[in-house]
T-cell receptor
Framework: AQSVTQLDSQVPVFEEAPVELRCNYS??????LFWYVQYPNQGLQLLLK??????LVKGINGFEAEFNKSQTSFHLRKPSVHISDTAEYFC????????????FGTGTKLQVIP | EAEVAQSPRYKITEKSQAVAFWCDPI?????LYWYRQILGQGPELLVQ????????DSQLPKDRFSAERLKGVDSTLKIQPAELGDSAMYLC???????????????FGEGSRLTVL
């Protein structure tokens, strides 16, 4: 079964500093990988996705992620964070094709400090 | 821009009462999901529909939870009786899973926050 591990439950970072949120997945077959963001009392919104091709994926709000098959990782990065990036971030995985379910990690709370 | 509609946004109920949540997915999305998100945790799939058929309900507590999508469009999730541990955010999402060009992306509604007293 597929699973996702987000190693950090909370990440504090100063405004304008870089940040990396870590995500590892377990799967022996081809997967699709996602990062979603959730603001308080709201649903989840897609930041970016990896389906195939280039391992560096760019998303909204200046975020990017790199797919590393050998390390089964899909870490999210931003070179300079803003106060408005304070939110919870979820990594998710699904198998390509069919009706496979989407499995989410436990989330990482990013707190940007002014 | 098309959105997933959910109601109510907030619901407070006493334990042992019945509660229901409604979801209207994006038009044309055949797959509909109900997730439960307990505070501080990631979303957990309760049930997945493909059109009107249940594809996965392995994590749905069937003694008290039920879900239906009778005409393959909107859906209702019911809890009866509610328990204290059911306090959570209930998220509905839709996608184009199973259709040509599907990327696996989920489109979420704003969620329904349930508080059981």
């Amino acid at each position: 079964a597929q699973s996702v591990t987000q190693l950090d439950s909370q990440v504090p970072v100063f405004e304008e500093a870089p940040v990396e949120l870590r995500c590892n997945y377990s799967s022996s077959v081809s997967v699709y990988l996602f990062w979603y963001v959730q603001y308080p009392n709201q649903g989840l919104q897609l930041l970016l996705k990896y389906l195939s091709g280039s391992t560096l994926v760019k998303g909204i709000n200046g975020f990017e992620a790199e797919f590393n098959k050998s390390q089964t990782s899909f870490h999210l990065r931003k070179p300079s964070v803003h106060i408005s990036d304070t939110a919870e971030y979820f990594c998710a995985v699904t198998y390509s094709g069919g009706y496979q379910k989407v499995t989410f990690g436990t989330g990482t709370k990013l707190q940007v400090i002014p | 821009e098309a959105e997933v509609a959910q109601s109510p946004r907030y619901k407070i109920t006493e334990k042992s009462q019945a509660v229901a949540f409604w979801c209207d997915p994006i038009s044309g999305h055949a797959t509909l999901y109900w997730y439960r998100q307990i505070l501080g945790q990631g979303p957990e799939l309760l049930v997945q529909f493909q059109d009107e058929s249940v594809v996965d309900d392995s994590q749905l507590p069937k003694d008290r939870f039920s879900a239906e999508r009778l005409k393959g469009v909107d859906s209702t999730l019911k809890i009866q009786p509610a328990e204290l541990g059911d306090s959570a955010m209930y998220l509905c999402a839709s996608s184009t899973r199973g259709l040509a060009g599907d990327t696996g992306e989920l489109f979420f509604g704003e969620g329904s926050r349930l508080t059981v007293l």
